[in-house]
């Protein structure tokens, strides 16, 4: 069964520095999504993407975030300068429709911000 | 902005023990979707309601779409060790662009 897959798994990083998340979605899905969950919180939405451009952003994702499908396959997530609260799960969804809102969440990568 | 509690936030039941749990929102909401979450994975889908009233079934696992479109809950029948984890309610709804919400959880916990 394909599946949404994500690297790394864990990811730690100095404060200041960036990181670059990555995502495989599934292969014929064309929306793509980014959510961040803190230890122990809700799941929350950071960005959704289709046919190259953000269609949906919340207030989380200011300018420090930036996302990007750079081929055909990937989609990454670019957090510049990290803070300390950037510390938390990332997941990657995808879905075949925005009209549909069923998507399928990746692993997740762990990113700590030491 | 849109806030969903999911209700209780954490439960402890015996092993063959019905659960339930809910959902609630002030606003309307066009989809109810429901899912599960084990310790350090992505949340997996498990169940998702289109209309008001719509009740479905996957295994043993129940959801309703409440009438009002302001609440959702979900049971789990005859519960089993496996279904120790974070239930999720997600909420989606149109405004001006398509809008995605999830719950702050239910934490399941199964005695065996």
């Known amino acids: 069964e394909p599946e949404v897959t994500q690297t790394p798994s864990h990811q730690v990083t100095q404060m200041g520095q960036e990181v670059i998340l990555r995502c495989v979605p599934i292969s014929n899905h064309l929306y793509f999504y980014w959510y961040r969950q803190i230890l122990g919180q809700k799941v929350e939405f950071l960005v959704s993407?289709?046919?190259?451009?953000?269609?949906?952003k919340s207030e989380i994702f200011d300018d420090q975030f930036s996302v990007e499908r750079p081929d055909g396959s990937n989609f990454t997530l670019k957090i510049r300068s990290t803070k300390l609260e950037d510390s938390a799960m990332y997941f990657c969804?995808?879905?075949?429709?925005?009209?549909?809102?069923?998507?399928?969440f990746g692993p997740g990568t762990r990113l700590t911000v030491t | 902005g849109q806030q969903l509690n999911q209700s209780p936030q954490s439960m402890f039941i015996q092993e063959g023990e019905d659960v339930s749990m809910n959902c609630t929102s002030s606003?309307?909401?066009?989809?109810w979707l429901w899912y599960k979450q084990d310790p350090g994975e992505g949340p997996v889908l498990l169940i998702a309601?289109?209309?008001?009233?719509e009740l479905t079934s996957n295994g043993r696992l129940t959801a309703q779409f409440g009438i009002t479109r302001k609440d959702s809950f979900l049971n789990i029948s005859a519960s089993i060790p496996s279904d120790v984890g974070i239930y999720f309610c997600?909420?989606?709804?149109?405004?001006?662009?398509?809008?995605?919400?999830f719950g702050t959880g239910t934490r399941l916990k199964v005695l065996a």
């Open positions: 606003s309307i909401f066009n989809t």
């Open positions: 997600a909420g989606y709804y149109f405004s001006g662009t398509y809008k995605y919400i």
């Open positions: 309601l289109y209309k008001a009233g």
């Open positions: 993407f289709y046919n190259n451009e953000i269609s949906e």
């Open positions: 969804a995808s879905g075949t429709s925005h009209g549909v809102p069923e998507q399928y």
